[in-house]
């Protein structure tokens, strides 16, 4: 890594409707170095990458690229000076191949399909990705569409790429690939921005972070400067260690079981979930564990109604003793059960709506007597009500969803769960895409729910979470839950073993 600066910025400034979302930012990266960039939900990341991309204008602020002075007023212009960005939420066209997209905007004048998939599939195979190149990215799995957009982005042969957030859908596996993949960039001169909250993956990767917060400037330093409760210190201003991982097993009673309230007995879909069984009790959080694969997500769709089982031999779910079978979700609602979902963006919201209209639908969901009558007065203060609760930060509830950050549009989604007043809510990755600050308070909702007496699940593939927030631990495998913990005698070592062997 040498010390010129690919991509640099001097007092960057951005204010939406009077309020600034990012302020006097100075920031640069350098050829062949991971720059990592950290902070909550709204410490401003994502808008100064946004503006790094061309995708966002500044209100005040210079730009640099090889210490020229540029401005950009689309992403063109900035890839035209070699800046890509791969973001979170992936801007693939759906309707087209993954070949397709790929050379969107560089084809050429006479276009052979079969030319353009064997070029695509080497340049897929190079970077070690297993995505079809003829394949259609409306059929393909969010990991897939990732791995994609970060292709897409090497193909454009950019001096710098900008990565929000790359391997939240990723597994293992393909982690490995991605990280083997930043080693090659970083070989040839690439500078990397990377944004995460993955903290681990910042202090294994990165040789320089950053750390914002409230849109503001906070530490920049060498990757040893740096240890996970510096990060974030730096982040929130004060540790969150204790708060966030801290229950350990002599300092955190876990709740006794109330009422059985849910019974899965043999439950099969496919060759997805296979015979699994478990309970569920009020009052209790019950955390499920697994590898991605595991079956964990299929289940509870099948339980809150948003998938079938199997017709023949699909097993028997029981609420309250009382056999259940949904066709649609909103039958679930009305008998108090409640899945709030892994992927918030596809299935969690309205993003062009505001917060107050997201929560009042959820509202409505579950309302047997409200019908088509819409009351706005009651809208109002519903979300007054939930944002307060839940400590959504916005500059009011007409706020559009799309202009949360991913912390605060998760919980948003809780609250037009809670809002359903159920009596089993079961959350999927509750803190997935979300920073520390917002995990601690996500947890501490979780806390409360079973403490009102209502049975929730969580599910989680992160492990301190699982140990932090479960009365008791499941652990599924192939379809199937396989074995049962106590939070007291836990231990990672063992929950891992029980989800792989």
Not at 162 to 186: C, M, V
Request: glycine share 8%; hydrophobic share 45%.
């Amino acid at each position: 890594m040498n010390g010129q600066a690919l991509l640099s910025t001097s007092r960057i400034t951005k204010a939406y409707r009077g309020v600034t979302a990012v302020k006097d930012i100075d920031f640069d990266v350098r050829a062949g170095e991971v720059h990592a960039l950290l902070g909550e939900n709204g410490a401003g990341k994502s808008t100064l990458c946004k503006i790094l991309s061309g995708a966002v204008t500044p209100t005040q602020g210079e730009i640099r690229v090889n210490g020229e002075t540029v401005s950009f007023d689309r992403p063109a212009d900035a890839l035209a000076k070699g800046i890509a960005m791969v973001y979170q939420e992936t801007s693939l066209v759906p309707a087209l191949t993954v070949a397709q997209n790929l050379y969107l905007g560089d084809e050429k004048f006479f276009n052979r399909l079969r030319g353009l998939y064997i070029e695509a599939q080497q340049f897929l195979q190079s970077l070690n990705f297993g995505v079809d190149p003829t394949a259609l990215v409306v059929s393909l799995g969010a990991a897939q569409k990732q791995m994609v957009e970060i292709a897409r982005a090497v193909l454009k042969n950019a001096r710098v790429i900008i990565f929000d957030e790359p391997t939240a859908t990723l597994t293992p596996e393909e982690k490995h690939h991605f990280f083997s993949l930043i080693a090659r960039l970083k070989q040839r001169g690439v500078g990397i921005i990377f944004i995460t909250h993955a903290l681990e993956e910042a202090l294994e990767m990165a040789d320089r972070i950053t750390v914002l917060r409230d849109g503001e400037h906070v530490v920049t330093g060498d990757k040893a400067d740096f240890d996970r409760d510096k990060v974030i210190a730096a982040m929130v201003g004060r540790s969150l260690s204790e708060e966030l991982y801290g229950a350990t097993k002599e300092g955190r009673q876990a709740r006794p079981p109330g009422a059985r309230v849910l019974s899965v007995e043999n439950l099969s879909m496919q060759n997805i979930v296979r015979n699994n069984s478990f309970s569920v009790f009020a009052g209790q959080v019950t955390g499920i564990f697994g590898l991605v694969g595991s079956g964990r997500t299929e289940t509870a769709k099948i339980i809150s109604g948003v998938v079938k089982r199997n017709l023949f031999h699909g097993g028997d779910v029981k609420l309250d003793g009382r056999s259940i079978r949904y066709k649609v979700p909103r039958q679930a609602i009305r008998d108090g059960i409640v899945y709030v979902t892994e992927d918030r963006k596809i299935e969690g919201f309205f993003e062009t709506m505001s917060i107050a209209e997201n929560i009042y639908s959820g509202f409505l969901a579950g309302d047997r007597k409200s019908g088509i009558v819409i009351s706005h007065s009651q809208m109002k203060a519903l979300a007054e009500t939930w944002t307060r609760t839940l400590k959504v930060k916005a500059l009011d509830s007409d706020a559009r969803m799309v202009e949360l950050s991913g912390g605060n549009q998760q919980k948003v989604v809780i609250a037009k769960s809670l809002v359903q007043k159920p009596r089993i809510i079961i959350i999927d990755e509750p803190t997935r895409g979300v920073d520390v600050g917002a995990i601690a308070e996500i947890h501490g909702v979780i806390a409360r729910l079973a403490d009102d007496g209502i049975a929730v699940v969580v599910i989680s593939s992160y492990l301190p979470e699982i140990l932090a927030v479960s009365d008791r631990i499941l652990v599924s495998r192939q379809g199937r839950i396989v074995e049962e913990f106590s939070p007291a005698t836990a231990t990672p070592e063992s929950i891992m073993f029980a989800s792989v062997h």
